[in-house]
């Protein structure tokens, strides 16, 4: 099993431009959740799908922030237009449905914004 | 109040030493509990669930106490490799099993 699989790694861009971070959940893993880590705030959940389909989008900080799962494979999670403030690294995470089954995380994309 | 709190530490132990970290929860509600671990950037990773009977996975014991509504981890025997920042993980009762992530309890092991 390969993982949840996140790309890029790194990125880095110029205030302004438009990201989009990808991530492929392990499969058979129903749900996908989308995280953002700073040292002030810690781990934030952002958005989270079931089924492909958005169930929580509240941590999404504003309009700038868009993400969609098209298909049980893959999402994307697009930053337009991208602040210095988004700099932080950003998780993807699945899982299976139970109750007792823990996420499985992404090794994330470190987003840096100049 | 935030939902899952920890004791942001550093935790400072000699390799050896048992160590304990504690961990408040808000929503009575909730029904599983996880302890997670992440190394200097690097994901979080899945350390152990916690049952309410309290479990151990070798030097590692995870206890629960829901009229406390508490969760502890401790370990014993630690080794350098111990050294990172656990983070303390709740299920909140619903439908779709969102995990609420504490801001984690940095441990450093030290010879």
């Known amino acids: 099993d390969a993982g949840v699989i996140q790309s890029p790694r790194h990125e880095v861009t110029e205030m302004g431009q438009e990201v989009t971070l990808r991530c492929k959940p392990i499969s058979g893993h129903n749900s996908l959740f989308w995280y953002r880590q700073t040292m002030m705030r810690g781990l934030e959940l952002l958005i989270y799908f079931n089924n492909n389909v958005p169930i929580d989008d509240s941590g999404m900080p504003e309009d700038r922030f868009s993400a969609k799962m098209p298909n049980a494979s893959f999402s994307t999670l697009k930053i337009q237009p991208s602040e210095p403030r988004d700099s932080a690294v950003y998780f993807c995470?699945?899982?299976?449905?139970?109750?007792?089954?823990?996420?499985?995380f992404g090794s994330g994309t470190r987003l840096t914004v100049v | 109040r935030k939902e899952v709190e920890q004791d942001p530490g550093p935790f400072n132990v000699p390799e050896g030493a048992t160590v304990a970290f504690n961990c408040t929860y808000s929503n009575s509600a909730s029904q599983s509990f996880f302890w997670y671990r992440q190394d200097c950037r690097k994901e979080p990773k899945l350390l152990m669930s916690v049952y309410s009977s309290g479990n151990e996975d070798g030097r590692f014991t995870a206890q629960l106490n829901r009229a406390s509504q508490y969760i502890s981890l401790l370990i014993r025997d630690s080794k350098l490799s111990d050294s990172a920042t656990y983070l303390c993980v709740v299920n909140l009762r619903g439908g779709y099993n969102k995990l609420i992530f504490g801001a984690g309890t940095r441990l450093a092991v030290h010879p």
């Open positions: 995470a699945s899982r299976l449905p139970g109750l007792r089954d823990g996420y499985t």
